[in-house]
């Protein structure tokens, strides 16, 4: 049997049928009386609804420790792809102040602390290097 919605039970397509005849004594199960329903619904509807929404809305807020890493990890992953889109751009010759500006942006980016020492430190090396890049090629622009 399968439960939908308010409207009670139905048969499922695989279900089987009930035997006609073959004795008395079986499983059966009692219809609920016409004046169940109603009070079963009076008694949920005098559940408060904005609590639930505002528990549904604090649990949004709690953030994992695997979703902190998985955020500091995409984080790291976006800063080595801008140090590696401005080694193509130095070695071609053809810096684009976007990319300094695109570089800063993502350094400047807050990061989620994790509960791993190996990933921080990880972290705070690929850090450092951007950084430091990014200071290098504005002390270049500032002295052209």
């Known amino acids: 049997m399968k439960v939908t919605g308010t ?16 004795g008395g004594e079986g499983f059966r199960i009692a219809a609920a009386p016409a004046t169940a329903a109603p009070a079963q619904l009076a ?28 955020r500091s990890v995409g984080r790291a992953g976006r800063l080595l792809d801008e140090l590696d889109r401005l080694k193509i751009s130095l070695l071609g010759g053809e810096l684009d102040p976007g990319q300094l500006d695109q570089l800063t942006r993502t350094i400047r980016e807050q990061r989620a602390a994790t509960d791993d020492p190996r990933l921080e ?23 052209a």
């Open 43 to 70: 008694g949920v509807s005098g559940v408060p609804g904005v609590m639930g929404v505002e528990a549904l809305l604090a649990l949004q807020d709690v953030e994992s420790a695997t979703e902190r890493k998985r």
């Open 121 to 143: 430190g990880i972290l705070d090396e690929i850090e450092t290097r951007a950084a430091v890049e990014l200071a290098k090629l504005q002390a270049a622009g500032d002295a």
């Open 7 to 22: 409207g009670g039970l139905s048969q499922t397509p695989g279900a089987r049928p009930a035997r006609a005849g073959g």
